[in-house]
């Protein structure tokens, strides 16, 4: 019978591929095979505790916790007996489990009603090692599955940044202009900018927000944003005009995020 149900456990948890319904899953099968009136799995991941337990709401959260945490800080497996403070729990029984070669997960069974037994604390042992090497595969395939979006999310974002840069080259009698940009990586704190209104000449700015990745990057957008307005406002201003303006605007966020961003803005009179 043992043998039987641990293989429906096998089963059960390997069609789970998300944490929170792996963990129940494995709580609610070690009930049923252990012939337990409560079970618990707790996992310290992402800084944060993940628990599940059945039946669902059986005991506090915080207690679980404690049940754990000698087994966490040891390694070891505790066997607990009832106590003034936990009048409705008569015996537990925690089981470390080891993930990626460390002790960040257990499993608890509460109250046997004949007391634990050696094939008992074989069998949850067993039970254990098996959820260990599932939990393992999900946080693994949640880690891919998050890698994955990021980069999606980083693809789009390059997108966007390369659509904010000029698309269009302005045309200005007598005068060359180019610009192109190259980032080191796939976003980043770069930037340059044309404005001044047709007929007025040309403003231009190139820029560099300290630091690398998403965080200049959106400092980059603000900054973009700033100058590019203050850029093509009538009456036109001068390079420096702009320049001093942007820095008054800009001030406050760059020193609440402790970051800077250095500009060389530049113009030419029609």
Do not use: W
Not at 17 to 46: M, N, P, S, W
Not at 63 to 81: D, I, W
Not at 89 to 118: R, Y
Not at 180 to 195: C, E, M, P
């Amino acid at each position: 019978d043992q043998q039987l149900a641990f293989f429906k456990l096998t089963r059960s948890i390997s069609d789970q591929t998300d944490l929170t319904g792996t963990l129940q899953t494995l709580a609610r099968e070690t009930v049923l095979l252990l012939k337990t009136k409560a079970a618990f799995l707790i996992l310290a991941h992402g800084g944060a505790f993940h628990i599940a337990q059945c039946p669902l709401d059986f005991a506090e959260k915080a207690t679980l916790y404690e049940f754990f945490a000698p087994t966490r800080r040891t390694g070891e497996e505790c066997l607990l007996y009832q106590t003034q403070t936990l009048e409705d729990i008569e015996n537990v029984f925690i089981v470390p489990i080891t993930i990626g070669n460390k002790i960040i997960a257990g499993l608890g069974l509460i109250n046997k009603e004949v007391d634990f037994t050696s094939p008992d604390l074989k069998l949850a042992r067993a039970i254990a090692e098996q959820a260990g090497i599932h939990i393992e595969k999900v946080l693994l395939l949640e880690s891919t599955l998050q890698q994955a979006r990021f980069g999606v999310e980083l693809d789009m974002a390059a997108t966007i940044q390369n659509q904010l840069l000029p698309q269009k080259i302005p045309e200005v009698a007598g005068l060359g202009v180019y610009g192109k940009l190259s980032q080191a990586r796939q976003v980043g704190g770069d930037f340059y900018i044309f404005g001044g209104q047709s007929g007025q000449g040309l403003i231009f700015a190139v820029g560099d927000v300290a630091g690398k990745g998403i965080s200049s990057a959106l400092m980059m957008a603000i900054t973009r944003t700033v100058l590019h307005s203050h850029a093509n406002t009538l009456p036109p201003l001068e390079a420096g005009e702009i320049l001093t303006f942007a820095n008054t605007d800009l001030y406050d966020d760059y020193t609440q995020v402790t970051m800077f961003a250095t500009v060389f803005v530049g113009d030419r009179k029609s």
